[in-house]
């Protein structure tokens, strides 16, 4: 079976911002799994996600809304932030609680939410850590963040995000941080490592890395 995506080569279509790019595959953004990376990534986020029933649940980058859908059949009191208001546009199928905000700065208190979700949303800019601390700001002690992102391995591969828009080929340029600067960033923000993966394809190569932190109690 042929793989799109992310399995492209850079020098076959053309590279737009993240922002950019939202914009156009919005109306065409399934709020579901849509290619056989993302079934394997969701998969696993939602294995990792604790009992949610009743918390408040932040799914920061929510895009279409995949996530909010299922954190609201768990029963969580779900909310999703995004940079990309026709992303947004699709997400308030899933709930109201949305709002235009950058995962870099959060417009939430400190200690405010039970736990945050963050699927496929850290490759779009350089600043992880910032990102991560912000998260750590706003999760109460003990809270706990789920993420994933392309696994880094695609940049060696030389893989591409890629999308279909009124017959044209692009990819979202994006950034590829290291296992290493993963783990340095979670360090920094005082989240503890609970669980890690980095999960394949049939073809053995590994599609994503998934992790699950904890914030340190005291933060």
């Known amino acids: 079976m042929a793989i799109r995506w992310p399995f492209t080569s850079r020098s076959e279509v053309r590279k737009i911002a993240p922002q950019s790019a939202y914009q156009l595959w919005a109306p065409s953004y399934p709020p579901r799994p849509h290619n056989p990376l993302m079934v394997i990534e969701h998969e696993h986020v939602l294995a990792l996600l604790p009992a949610v029933h009743g918390l ?22 779900a909310i999703g932030i995004d940079l990309s ?18 995962l870099r700065a959060l417009p939430f208190a400190a200690m405010s939410i039970d736990v ?21 700001r706003v999760l109460r002690p003990g809270g706990q963040v789920i993420y994933s992102v392309v696994h880094p391995a695609g940049e060696a591969e030389g893989w591409s995000r890629t999308f279909e828009s009124e017959g044209r080929q692009l990819a979202i340029d994006g950034f590829w941080h290291s296992l290493d600067r993963h783990r340095q960033a979670c360090a920094a923000a005082g989240l503890t490592i609970d669980e890690w993966r980095e999960p394949a394809l049939g073809d053995g190569r ?3 890395m998934v992790v699950r932190a904890t914030v340190e109690v005291g933060l």
């Open 116 to 136: 945050v979700v963050c699927g496929l949303a850290l490759g779009d800019f350089s600043e992880i850590a910032l990102a991560l601390t912000e998260i750590a």
């Open 56 to 77: 408040t649940v932040l799914d920061g980058g929510c895009g279409s809304g995949r996530y909010l859908q299922a954190l609201r059949d768990r029963g969580a009191h």
């Open 85 to 102: 208001p026709a992303m947004l546009a699709r997400a308030k199928q899933a709930t109201a609680r949305i709002a235009r905000a950058d």
């Open 206 to 208: 590994r599609a994503v």
